[in-house]
């Protein structure tokens, strides 16, 4: 069974960083690409950054040279550090999955996490 677990979210001053992580089970990063997904009230779902199963990495162009997904495959855990944060990045964030040997960013989120709130104050 899969299991998605996110921590670190909370709320930051303008400017400052946070960093999540997502402690995974019950799936191999060699099979399936993880990452993060964000929805901010009254907005869809956006895809933040992933690291693919045969490990390239997307991040999407909001969020591009702030953030930074990273992977521990000891630890197995999927981590976001996330710096200069702006009142826009404030959303719930999630870690998902794709399903195996798919991306997120073409073939969609197999498993989800609960989601961790992050709250950038001005």
């Known amino acids: 069974q899969v299991h998605l677990v996110e921590s670190g979210g909370g709320l930051v001053q303008a400017g400052g960083s946070l960093r999540l992580t997502c402690a995974v089970s019950?799936?191999?990063?060699?099979?399936?690409?993880t990452g993060w997904v964000r929805q901010a009230p009254g907005q869809e779902r956006e895809l933040v950054a992933e690291?693919?199963?045969?490990?390239?990495?997307y991040s999407s162009d909001s969020v591009k040279g702030r953030f930074t997904v990273s992977r521990d495959k000891v630890k197995n855990t999927v981590d976001l550090q996330m710096n200069s944060l702006m009142a826009e990045d404030t959303a719930t964030y999630y870690c998902?999955?794709?399903?195996?040997?798919?991306?997120?960013?073409?073939?969609?989120?197999?498993?989800w996490g609960k989601g961790t709130l992050v709250t950038v104050s001005t």
């Open positions: 019950g799936l191999t990063f060699s099979l399936y690409s």
């Open positions: 998902a999955a794709s399903p195996a040997y798919g991306t997120i960013r073409s073939s969609s989120v197999a498993y």
């Open positions: 690291i693919t199963w045969d490990d390239r990495e």
